[in-house]
Nanobody, 120 residues
Framework: QVQLVESGGGLVQPGGSLRLSCAAS????????MGWYRQAPGKPRDLVAA???????NYADSVKGRFTISRDNAKNTVYLQMNSLKPEDTGVYYC??????????????WGQGTQVTVSS
C-alpha cells in the first residue's frame, strides 16, 4: 500500500513564506512525476507545480517566480517552497505522485491535503 503524507501548511501573512513537504511511503518501486495542486473554496483543483523524475519542472503562471518545487528521490519526497505569498494563494494544497509499486501496479496517488491560508 502506498501513502502520501503532507506537512507544512498553516496561516501566514501576505508576503510571507511557507514550505510544504510530501513524503511517499509503502511498496514503491519507482516514482515518475510528482506535483502540487491547489483547491480554493468553490473552485476546481488546479495544478500549481510539477516535477519529473529527472528534475524538469512546470509551474502555473500565477506562481512563477514565487514558488519552487523540488524533490529528493532518495527520500521519495517532494517539496514546495512558497515565497511572496498572496491572499489568492489560499487553499488546500494536495500532493500527487505517479507511482509504480513492486507488484507492477502503477497509479496516481493523492495526499490528504494541507491548508494554506494567507491573510493579515
Amino acid at each position: 500500500q502506498v501513502q502520501l503524507v503532507e506537512s507544512g501548511g498553516g496561516l501566514v501573512q501576505p508576503g510571507g513564506s511557507l514550505r510544504l513537504s510530501c513524503a511517499a511511503s509503502g511498496s514503491i518501486f519507482s516514482i515518475r512525476d510528482m506535483g502540487w495542486y491547489r483547491q480554493a473554496p468553490g473552485k476546481p483543483r488546479d495544478l500549481v507545480a510539477a516535477i519529473a523524475s529527472g528534475g524538469s519542472t512546470n509551474y502555473a503562471d500565477s506562481v512563477k517566480g514565487r514558488f519552487t518545487i523540488s524533490r529528493d528521490n532518495a527520500k521519495n519526497t517532494v517539496y514546495l517552497q512558497m515565497n511572496s505569498l498572496k491572499p489568492e494563494d489560499t487553499g488546500v494544497y494536495y500532493c500527487n505522485a505517479d507511482i509504480r509499486s513492486w507488484s507492477g501496479y502503477r497509479a496516481d496517488y493523492w495526499g490528504q491535503g494541507t491548508q494554506v491560508t494567507v491573510s493579515s
